[in-house]
Nanobody, 126 residues
Framework: QVQLVESGGGLVQAGGSLRLSCVAS????????MGWFRQAPGKEREFVAA????????YYADSVKGRFTISRDNARNTVYLQMNNLKPEDTAVYHC???????????????????WGQGTQVAVSS
């Protein structure tokens, strides 16, 4: 079993930056793909960014491409999401996600996620 705990959310003005962290416990995640999803009020949870188990491959939703960067530190069992040039439409609860397939593919759909964190709130004011 894997537990995921996010941190780093908060309130920021448009154009600002935040860095989210997700620490995994219960089992090492160094050999498993991970990602970030977000859910705005009244909307479905949506994909934001994904990273391969090695960190060598990343993939982003079109809405965040060029502004967000996902990375991981396998020694710390941690995944990060650097968010720059934030926009009001980025306001949501951001959830960390982990896969349970050994060296499996990128996780870009909620249906393929095996573990979820509780989320951290990001609010961007205009």
């Amino acid at each position: 079993q894997v537990q995921l705990v996010e941190s780093g959310g908060g309130l920021v003005q448009a154009g600002g930056s935040l860095r989210l962290s997700c620490v995994a416990s219960g089992r090492t995640v160094r050999n498993y793909a991970m990602g970030w999803f977000r859910q705005a009020p009244g909307k479905e949870r949506e994909f934001v960014a994904a990273i391969s188990w090695s960190g060598g491959t990343t993939y982003y939703a079109d809405s965040v491409k060029g502004r967000f960067t996902i990375s991981r530190d396998n020694a710390r069992n941690t995944v990060y999401l650097q968010m720059n040039n934030l926009k009001p439409e980025d306001t949501a609860v951001y959830h960390c996600a982990a896969d349970n397939r050994y060296k499996g593919p990128l996780i870009i759909a909620t249906s393929t996620v095996d573990y979820w964190g509780q989320g951290t709130q990001v609010a961007v004011s205009s």
